[in-house]
């Protein structure tokens, strides 16, 4: 401030200096709250027993934001983990490549049962990101019935939910047991890609306009939407993870961390040890985001 008062340049290191004073604090809460957050929702989040469970199935450890991809076999897992991890890497390191990463680990994808029980990476300055690949419910080694409590998944900061071109009547009985679990979940349509690619070759050959992208995932959805009628208002993400424009992956990423946001809030008192009150506080903040899944 050594400028007059009223000269420009004075204005100007003023506000530069109060700016970034304030983006030092919201900053240093924000990053706080990150690392010294503890999960509140209600029901199971902080059960010790599940967290337990959560740590021998997955290494998995609380303080770190921790994500479970699930659903059938061959949905389009393991490319939707190794897209939302290269998305969720170019939002928060810039140029920086993923693959260079000492954390980085690539979920295998093909045809058949793949599991890939850790795969996380850190960001700087962040508690870890980890993403768990969940083994595809509906089998004999992972029956529905038992599917929530055997992988441990109300330990999970957030469920992603994913629905390959068909949605089967497997899927709806899943999304109805995450429901009764209120556990906090997104809908993910993969494989948009496909649909695009199909729409545009019908109206072709048919002499037809040919429906945008928007157009065919605003259908998608509306179908989506009546299977799930009397389930769920939740409206799935439609993404695709080979294409360079994967439609809605960016939206998803948003959703997800906002989530995961809403369960991580700073208490005092008995709340931060885990008392009651941070259930009834979690089970506040985990209604807020039960609308979500929208786009």
């Known amino acids: 401030r050594g400028e007059a008062p ?18 030092v604090v919201v ?8 690392k010294q957050g503890k999960k509140t929702r209600a029901p199971g989040m902080l059960d010790p027993e599940r967290q337990a469970k959560a740590r021998r199935l997955f290494n998995a450890n609380p ?11 061959s949905a389009g897992k393991s490319c939707l983990l190794n897209a939302l991890r290269h998305a969720i890497a170019t939002m928060f390191l810039g140029d920086t490549n993923i693959r ?11 045809i058949g049962e793949t599991t890939l029980k850790l795969a996380g990476y850190g960001l700087p300055g962040l508690p870890k990101v980890v993403f768990v690949d969940a083994p595809g419910y509906g089998t004999t080694r992972s029956p529905q019935a038992s599917y929530i409590e055997d992988y441990a998944l109300h330990t999970f900061d957030c469920c992603i939910i994913v629905i390959g071109p068909t949605i089967l009547e497997t899927d709806l009985d899943m999304i109805r047991l995450f429901e009764e679990a209120k556990l906090q979940y997104v809908l993910v349509r ?17 002499g037809v306009e040919v429906p945008d992208a928007a157009t065919t995932i605003k259908f998608i959805k509306e179908e989506i939407r009546g299977h799930l009628s009397g389930i769920t208002d939740k409206v799935p993400f439609c993404v695709s993870s080979v294409r360079a424009k994967p439609y809605e992956m960016e939206a998803l990423v948003k959703e997800v961390g906002r989530i995961a946001m809403i ?15 941070a259930d009834t506080d979690g ?6 985001a039960g609308g979500a899944g929208g786009a």
């Open 263 to 277: 369960n991580r809030v700073v208490l005092d008192g008995a709340a931060a040890d885990g008392g009651d009150d």
């Open 100 to 110: 260079s990463h000492p954390m980085y680990r690539h979920a295998k994808s093909g």
């Open 190 to 206: 993969t494989k948009v890609d496909n649909d695009v690619d199909n729409a545009e070759r019908d109206a072709e050959g048919e």
């Open 27 to 34: 900053g240093g809460v924000i990053i706080r709250a990150l």
């Open 63 to 73: 303080d770190d934001f921790n994500f479970v991809v699930c659903g059938l076999n």
């Open 6 to 23: 009223n000269s420009g340049m004075g204005n100007v290191i003023n506000t530069v200096i109060e700016v970034a004073g304030f983006i």
């Open 283 to 288: 089970g506040a903040a985990g209604g807020a």
